[in-house]
């Protein structure tokens, strides 16, 4: 999960300077944040590249900001044929060039022992943002098309995984030891409609990754699919944490390995509390090979630096 934010410091004086797509768009400033987290917290064993899952509709064609008032605003929504027929494939991986050297740059900096991870959206998280237009409870638009125009959602999506291949390749080539699939909003589609709208996309995903590289998945509030995550080809599940992970091991085939899932507000109360938290998660994975311990969603802005810390000793430290 993100690691990077502005929780740090040294985040915040660098946000001071520059605006975020500043920071995506610029290979030495997405490095030097992705390396903050790494440097202040020695313990961490994985780097994940600072980036955002919304490149890809930019890449495309479909530009995004920040509104003032707070949220995301594509520039324009996905709604006819001839919108799909304009979003340019071809294109992403000479326009995403900047996350390759992002990622390039970091690993030279993270040294041959700490892991680098990639990621993407999946193509429903991304395809609910492109078609609502902006950030949403509901997204309730993205559903409708689902719903009402399955051939063009379908179109859609098969742009999506065209352009997602291509920009996972390239992280890849680019020195990522493992991609991360983040299919944030699945828990807003009904369990019955996960599969068409969502999972079905995903595998096309995980099978055109070369034979044998990890790919983690995590698919937000998409407890009742689990069984069908565990068959999607992943070689970790990232869960949330409204599931109890060692159930959802157990229930899992062996060859799966589960990353979480501990709750992100936890690290905005005391250390004290995140240590007990993270013991009785390590506790409850005893005897259950296969944990990347972890948040259930990524870092908030208003976590405190000293409980990141225990849980960093806490997991580093653990020996039960």
Known sequence: MRQAGRYLPEYRALKAKHNFLKLVRTPDLAAEVTMQPMRRFPQLDAAIVFSDILVIPEALGQGYRFKEEGGIAMDWRVERWEQVDRLAVELVPERLRYVAEALKRTREQLGPDRALLGFCGSPWTLAAYMVEGEG??????????????????????????????????????????????????????????????????????????????????????????????????????????????????????????????????????????????AERLLGSMRGLPGHLCNLGHGILPEAKIDCVEALCSTVAGWRG
């Open 136 to 277: 949403s409870d509901s997204f309730a638009r993205a559903k409708a098309l689902l719903y009402g125009d399955r051939p063009l959602f379908d179109k859609l999506m098969e742009k999506l995984v065209r352009a997602l291949v291509a920009y996972m390749r390239m992280q890849i080539e680019a020195g990522a030891d493992a991609i991360q699939i983040f299919d944030s909003w699945a828990g807003l589609l009904p369990a019955a409609e996960y599969e068409a709208a969502s999972l079905r996309w995903i595998r096309q995903l995980l099978a055109a990754l070369p034979p044998g590289f990890p790919a983690i998945l995590y698919a937000k509030g998409a407890a009742a699919s689990l069984p069908a995550l565990g068959a999607s080809g992943a070689a970790v599940l990232g869960l949330d944490w409204t599931l109890d992970l060692a159930a959802a091991k157990r229930a899992l085939p062996a060859s799966v390995a589960v990353q979480g899932n501990l709750d992100p507000v936890l690290l905005n109360t005391t250390p004290a509390n995140v240590t007990a938290a």
